[in-house]
């Protein structure tokens, strides 16, 4: 009764195709070039390897929601397939945290040899399978940094009473805080107005919210402080999974394997343009702060990890891939 009853939602939501058991329904918020054409390079896949058996159809740019909305529709049996920030996790896999504590990653290189690592994702991914989804892959989203209205971020000092945008993730907000900034948790799409109307003074993200999302319309100052590297995932529903044979499993394991790394082939030439725009287009100045103190103040949140046994295995997992 309750499976004809989702259903019905669903055709009463008038998803197309959504009576076609192999036609995937993968919906996704406003997006970077590179990550929409992964996510794209991602169904491509998957009919190229099931021969047409499974396709899959696109929802984009928040026509069924934002992120949370979409994957709680994911959770709910709603929605096959969506893309959302692993700080966003956190709130439904606290183990999804880890990705948020600052300073985590050394660089790409070592956010790319763990996040490519079994035993760093796996658990991680699966940790949400009694909630009706888990994760299938991740895409790079960059060094997440400070960027403001009009006042560059140099030091720890000038983060103090600032209001600040945060992804709704407790790591970020505790970051924040001790950084002496003032974080409020909303959605991407609630910043752009925010800051113009000064209930913000600034956020923290990669360089293409000043592009894609335009908020260098607003925001002149960005800070490469570079605090954190969280990367986006790729949720499917469990129901979803149960209804495909083992071979289409196998299938969209490796389409999605696959769009990972088509996606770190386009992704350095795209924040390059991103950077470029940003100063040409809109007029924003990048600034280049010494991140030692910013480390220094958030240092207490490591001695706090060590009591969250599943967060601090995460993270040991993740700095043993620091050097390789």
């Known amino acids: 009764m309750k499976k004809t009853l989702l259903w019905t939602s669903v055709s009463l939501l008038a998803f197309t195709g959504a009576a076609q058991a192999l036609e995937l329904r993968f919906a996704y918020a406003q997006n970077a070039t590179p990550t929409v054409e992964a996510m794209q390079k991602f169904g491509e896949l998957v009919a190229e390897k ?3 058996e499974v396709t899959v159809t696109y929802f984009p740019d928040s026509q069924l929601g934002g992120e949370r909305e979409l994957l709680e529709m994911v959770q709910g049996g709603l929605l096959d397939i969506t893309k959302v920030s692993g700080g966003l996790m956190e ?12 300073y985590l ?36 989203s960059g060094a997440r940094s400070f960027y403001t209205k009009d006042k560059p971020i140099m030091s720890v000092e000038d983060l103090k009473g600032l209001k600040i945008r945060v992804l709704q ?6 970051m924040v805080e001790l950084l002496g900034g003032a974080p409020i948790a909303m959605s991407q799409a609630e910043v752009y107005t925010s800051i113009q109307q000064g209930v913000l003074d600034g956020a923290e993200n990669n ?14 100052e960005y800070s490469y ?30 389409a999605a394997a696959e769009s990972t790394e088509f996606h770190k082939s386009v992704w350095g030439a795209s924040v390059d343009a991103a950077r470029a725009q940003s100063q040409e287009e809109f007029g924003v100045n990048f600034n280049y ?12 949140m490591y001695e706090k990890l060590k009591a969250e046994p599943e967060k601090y295995a995460a993270y040991e997992a993740i700095r043993a891939h620091a050097e390789q």
Request: charge should be negative; proline fraction near 6%.
């Open 207 to 220: 360089e293409f919210a000043i592009t894609i999302a335009r908020h260098g319309e607003v925001a002149k």
């Open 91 to 102: 709130s439904f896999s606290p183990v999804y945290g880890v990705f948020a504590m600052p």
């Open 225 to 254: 402080d570079m605090h954190s590297r969280i990367p986006d995932v790729l949720m499917i529903s469990t129901a979803t999974l149960d209804k495909l044979t083992d071979d289409q499993r196998t299938a969209i394991q490796e």
């Open 289 to 300: 702060p010494d991140v030692a103190q910013f480390q220094e103040a958030v240092a207490p």
């Open 50 to 52: 099931t021969d047409g």
């Open 105 to 140: 990653f050394d660089g790409e290189e070592h956010f790319y040899a763990a996040m490519d690592s079994a035993d760093v994702t796996d658990p991680i991914y699966g940790s949400t399978r009694e909630q009706g989804m888990v994760a299938l892959t991740y895409y790079n």
């Open 169 to 174: 993730s407790p790591t970020l907000i505790e």
